[in-house]
């Protein structure tokens, strides 16, 4: 129980790598806030959670919206306590090179990628500077390095990166600390057009260890970087892609 009594917030909850983040962290006692921009999911969510036992509370959020952010901080707050983690994991991935996209695709990526995780740390820092705490951002490997036909994307991720060394290192003497995390290829909805075959060829060239990295491995990982075995890690890129970022494997 490394979280016993702790208060957790994940972005994009619903499912995916934020829906397996709930539930490891459910598991390790904390109390969780599953956040979702529908509110199914997250209700699906919350309530595997009381059904094991744990406490959670879903809830409606858009997150590229500073009164939706600033009413799920709020409710957050009276309803479990004060968060000790946000996970920002919320995103989408639109595709297109920067002459194909759409000036609004463009805006929704920036906005929920990259704006989103902005307005929650500003919402959520002046309440964490009292005990500390631990932000958490999914980023994704296009967030080290650039992909074929993901401009807006690669560009979103890419300033999440800095944004969370910017965090870490503007409010580590307030004890708040700040990772990101970069997965590579995760079996998510997210992932869902890539036909198996397609995807199965693509794994065997790029990625070296064989085999599909599920949204529970990242849990894990983001469980450990909450944890208090993490208390002197702040600013820090987690990349995990079966070791695709090591080299030209290809």
Known sequence: MRLEGKVIL???????IGAASCLAFAREGAKVAVVNRTLSKAEAVAQLIADSGGAAVAIQ???????????MINRTVSQLGVPDVVFNNAGISPSGRVTDISEADWDDCLNIDLKSVFLCA?????????????ILN?????????????????????GLVNLTRSIALDYARDRIR????????????????????????FLAQYQPL????????????????????????????????????????A
Do not use: H, W
């Not at 700040?178 to 060829?201: M, Q, S």
């Open 178 to 201: 700040c990772n990101v995390i970069c997965p590579g290829y995760v079996d998510t909805p997210l992932n869902e057009g890539f036909p198996p075959k397609e995807r199965d060829a």
């Open 61 to 71: 959020a858009d997150v590229s919206l500073a009164a939706d952010v600033e009413r």
């Open 122 to 134: 500003k919402a959520v820092i002046p309440l964490m500077t009292a005990a500390g705490g631990c």
């Open 210 to 249: 064989p085999g599909l990295i599920s949204a529970a491995d990242v849990a894990e990982l983001a469980v450990y970087l909450a944890s208090d075995a993490a208390k002197m890690i702040t600013g820090q890129v987690f990349v995990i892609d079966g070791g695709q970022q090591a080299g030209l494997f």
């Open 10 to 16: 994940i972005t994009g909850g619903g499912s995916g």
């Open 138 to 158: 999914t980023a994704g490997t296009f967030g080290i390095r650039a992909a074929k036909n993901k401009a807006a994307y690669s560009a979103a991720k890419a």
